[in-house]
C-alpha cells in the first residue's frame, strides 16, 4: 500500500437527534481516486466536510500527511493541501472573477493597504488558462457566468500545486460536458503527481471509469472497501448497488417502449423565439410528450427552460401555454406549469424553510378552505410525497437546508408533483440524486407521459435524453442543430455529433 495521506478513525457526527456518522474509518492513501457511494444522506459529504475543515465532528480523530487533524475553516485546510469542491455554486455574486478566485487570499495582493487589481487579474488568467478555462478572465464579473462557468472557477480556486487531497463532491453533474473533461484532467493529474482525490458521485459508469478504490456508505457507516480488482469482477456493479442500497434494485432505468405517440394538443409552444442566448427557436409541446433537450454548455437549453416559466425575457417570438402567452413565472404557475431548476440552491428550493412549505408552496391556493390555509391538508400533501420521493427526513417541518444534496433535489421535483403540473420544465432533474431515487424518478416522469402532461427536459446527461425522450432536441449555438425521433437504435455518439 502506498503512503497514508488522510486517515479517519471512529468518526461520529450528531445533529441533535439526527446520526449522520457512526464510527467511520477511512484510509486515504497516495495515486488514489477513492470513490465515495451511497445512498442520498448516507453521510458521504458530511465525512468529507469535516476532514475540509467546513464543520467539527462529534468524536472521532483524524490524521493527515502523518499527523493529527482538525481545520477549523476550509482555508484552513486548503492551505494545508485539503480541498474541496461543493456541489453546489460556492461563488460571490457582485464580485469579479478574480476577486473570486482569489477570495480569503486577498492580502497576498495588498501593498500600502490597496489591493493590487491588475496583479490579481493577471495571475487569475495564468490559473484559468493552465486550467484550460480560457473564456473566463479575471476581470470579468462573476454574474455574467452560468452555473457551469462558475463551477469551473471552484475548481481553479480549489486546487494548487499544494493540493494533496482533493475532494470532488458530486461535481461532474453540476457541469457541462467540456466542463467534464476540465475536471477529469484534474483528477488525473492529481494521480500523475501522486496525490488524491476523494470522488462522490451517483454516475456508477463514471465511478467505474475514474476510481481506483470505493468505499461505500450506507446509513451512516461503512458497509465495504472494494478494491480495484474486485471493481473489475463481472458483477461489481451489481455488488456495489447491492451493499449501497441494501437489497437488488435491477437493471431497468428508462422507459423500455419506443412508442413516441402523444395527444395532437399542443400543450406548451415556441414561435421563433428569440431572447438571451437562443435565437429563432420553435417548439410545440404536446400532451403526454416528453421532449428532451441536450447540448453543450453555452447553447442556449437552460436559457429555453427559464422563458418557457417566464423567467428570461423574450425579445421576439412568443412562448405560448394552451394557446395564451406565458408572461411571468407567477403567471405560469397559475397555469400549471412547473418548472426545476438546475440552480437548485438559489432557485428551486428555499433553503431556510421546512420541507413541508416547499412543497407545499406552488399548492398553497388549493389548500385553502373557506380562504384559510389547512394545515391538517398542508401536512397530508407533503407527507404524500416525502414518502413517494423518499426524502430522508426526520419529519416535514426539518429544513431543507439541513437535508443532504439529493434530498434536496427530491423536495425541488416533489413540489411540481404535488402541485399536479400540467407542464413540467426539467432542468437536469435528477442531478445529485442516487440511483435507487433516479430508477423511481424516470418511472413518474413516465407515469406523467401516461397520464397527458407535457414534459421538457433539459439535461447534460445523455444516457437519461435518449432514455426517456420522444423526441430529442440538440442544440448548438443558441439554435436548434437536430431533432431526433425516439428509437432503440439511437446512440450517444449521434447525438453528441450535431453538439460538437
Ligand atoms: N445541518 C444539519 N442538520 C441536520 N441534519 C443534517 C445536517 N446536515 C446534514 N444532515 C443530515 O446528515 C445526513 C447525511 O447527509 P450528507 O449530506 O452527508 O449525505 P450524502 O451522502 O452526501 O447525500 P447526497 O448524496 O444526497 O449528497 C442526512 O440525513 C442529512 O439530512
Redesign the pocket.
Known sequence: MSEVLLEVKGMCKN??P?T?LKNVNLTVCRGQVHGLV?????????ITSIAAGMQPRTSGQMTFLGKEWNPSSMIEAQRNGFSMIL?EANTIPGCTVAENLFAGKENEFSKFSLVQKRRMNREADEILDRFGIHHMRGKDPIDRFGFEDRKLLEIARAVTEDTQILVVD?TTTALSLEGRDILYKVVDDMVANNKAVIF?S?DMDEIMERCNILTV?RD?EIRGTITKEEMEAPDAVRTIRQLMVGRDIGEKMYRTDFDASCSDDVALEFEHVTGPNVKDFSLQLHRGEIVGIGGLSGCGMHEVGRMAFGMEEVDKGHVRSNGKEVLSAKDAVARKIGYISKNRDTEAVILQGSIESNINLPSLSDLTVGGILSPRKKKKLSNEHIDLLEI??RNGNQWV???????KQKVSFAKWIAKGAEIIIMDCPTR?V?IGVKQAMYGLIDQMKQEGKAILMISEEMSELIGMSDRLIVMKDSKIAKEFKRSASLSETDVIEYMI
Do not use: M, R, V, W
Open positions: 445533529y441533535g439526527i449522520a451511497g445512498e442520498n444522506g448516507s453521510g458521504k459529504s458530511t456541489q458530486e462522490i451517483h456508505l451512516g430522508k427526513c437546508s439541513t437535508l443532504s444534496g439529493g434530498n445529485g442516487d
